[in-house]
Structures are given as C-alpha cells and as structure tokens.
C-alpha cells in the first residue's frame, strides 16, 4: 500500500526539530514554574471528515467538528460547532501547500440570556515539507491565519503556527496502525503595541498530541488521540469591594487534556483506489 519516497533527512534539520521541541517542552516547564497552573476540565473533540483524493497525493478534505467541555454546571456542554475545507497541492516529494478556512458558530450566555449566533471566520495559507527518518515520517508545517471574529468586542488578529509531527505506518494484517507524535505552537502577529496595551505573552497557545491512527481500508480510518492545550495569559488583578486581591494578577497558564476521535472518509477521484500518500487526520 505504502512505498519508499523519500531520501533520508538532512541531520540538520533533525537537530532543528528536536532543539524546537526540547525548547518548547522545557520553556512549557519553566513557565509553568514561575506562572499560576489553572488545570481545566478534560475536552472531548469528535470530528467527521471527508477527504476527495485528487491525482497524486493532491486532495481537497470537508470536516466537521463539535467540542465539548466537562465539569462545568451542566455537566456536558457543547462549546462551539465547527465546518472546516481545504485543499492542499503537493508540488514534489517534500513540499506542498495549500489554503484552509474554518467557521467556528457559537453563542454565550450572560445573565441568563442566550446570544444571538456568532461565527468565527479563520482563512489560512500554509506550507509542509515531508521527510523521513528511517521508517518514520517526519514533517513540518508552518501556516499563517486570520481570525475575523463574529463576537462582541473582539479584534481581528493575525497569527502564525508551527507543527512538528512524526509518525510512523505500521502494517497489521489488513490493517494499518499510525502511532503519531505532534508539538504545535501558536503566536500571534503583535505588528505594533500602543505604549499603553499590556505586554503579552510570546506564545499563546501549544499543543502536545499523541494518536494511534487506524486504517481499516482504503476508504475508512479513524484516530483516537489525546492531548495536551496550553494557552499563556497575562491576567488582570481583581479586587473585592474592600480592596482585597482575590485573583492575583500575573501570568497564568491555562491547561487543558483533550481527548478526541477523528473518523475520515477517503473518495477517489474516478472512482478507483490508486496509490498515494495520506496524511494523518490532522491535516
């Protein structure tokens, strides 16, 4: 099903990835020492998809997404419905691009009325380069993304994100496993701050994931995963009607395990099965 085609990747792009990773494992760890750690309940995140396999290893994907959240009144709450399309174009063996765009709907409550829908508009361009490390594949994706928020008071921002992932096809029977391993990193564009606006944090946002994808057939896989979100705040300070700190301000850390389960359905171009690369769930 799979083949060989790649060379074997440049040392020093290795080095590269694993100073990144290690940097960002152990900043995560120092920041956590000197910030507050406010661990949030476990996210649930379902998603469906459906991947049209275009010629090559070109394709165009449509997926769908639902969070949830725990612990909270409710119980079970479901934070915001999400549609997502994208295509990506494969130029050779190691590079490709392509463009995304996801509208996220969701709605608040505050004093016991329910907002109006509002809906979250994010259009993305990105670029993948796709090596291998012996057996394993191992790639980079960078991407550049502008959120056009539907809510109340909030700003349009620009933002960039950067993935390592590094996996690896496992044959079992008629089945194919993918252990998969991924570090993601969010910042946005501070193009230029007002001398009056609070410093932010450098990083806003990381993800530590790890999956097992299965591949039934040619058609049919799903990945259960779990992982690890950080956002990186600066909070303000609150005080009481007498003057008393009740929330410290400062930097805070805001931790949230995830787990998740991707289904994705694979439609041929022509109707065929031909061969080709595939990329996990989490394009």
């Known amino acids: ?55 090559g290893d070109d394709y165009v994907f449509l997926g769908t997404n639902t969070p949830f959240s725990t612990g909270g009144f409710d119980g079970l709450d479901l934070d915001r419905v999400g549609l997502n399309v994208g295509y990506e174009r494969f130029w050779n063996t190691h590079w490709s ?24 508009v994010i259009p993305e361009l990105f670029l993948r380069h796709w090596n291998t490390l012996g057996s394993f594949n191992f790639r980079q994706r960078l991407g550049l993304e502008y959120l056009i928020p539907g809510g109340e008071g909030n700003e349009s921002r620009a933002r960039t994100r950067l993935r ?14 993918r252990p998969r391993l991924s570090y993601e990193a969010f910042a946005y564009l501070r193009f230029q ?65 995830v787990l998740g389960l991707d289904l994705r359905y694979t439609i041929f171009k022509g109707k065929q099965v031909f061969e080709r690369r595939q990329l996990p769930t989490q394009h």
């Open 1 to 55: 099903m799979h083949k060989a085609y790649f060379e074997k990747m440049p040392p020093s792009v290795w080095g590269v990835f694993l100073v990144v990773l290690v940097v960002g494992l152990l900043s995560g760890s120092v920041a956590q020492g000197q910030s507050r750690r406010v661990v949030n309940g476990l996210g649930l995140a379902p998603s469906l998809q459906a991947e049209y396999a275009l010629s």
């Open 97 to 120: 691009g392509g463009a995304t765009l996801a509208l996220s709907g969701y709605s608040t409550a505050r004093d016991g009325d329910v907002s109006p829908l509002y809906v979250d």
């Open 164 to 177: 390592f992932d590094l996996d690896r096809l496992i044959p079992v029977g008629s089945v194919v496993l």
């Open 193 to 257: 701050r007002d001398e009056d606006e609070p410093k932010e944090r450098t990083i806003d946002f990381t993800s530590l994931r790890a999956e097992v994808g299965l591949r039934l057939s040619d058609h049919l896989d799903f990945t259960p995963w779990f992982a690890y979100q950080s956002a990186y705040n600066n909070v303000l300070q609150q005080t009481d009607i007498d003057g008393k700190v009740v929330i410290p301000g400062g930097r805070r850390n805001f931790v949230t395990p």
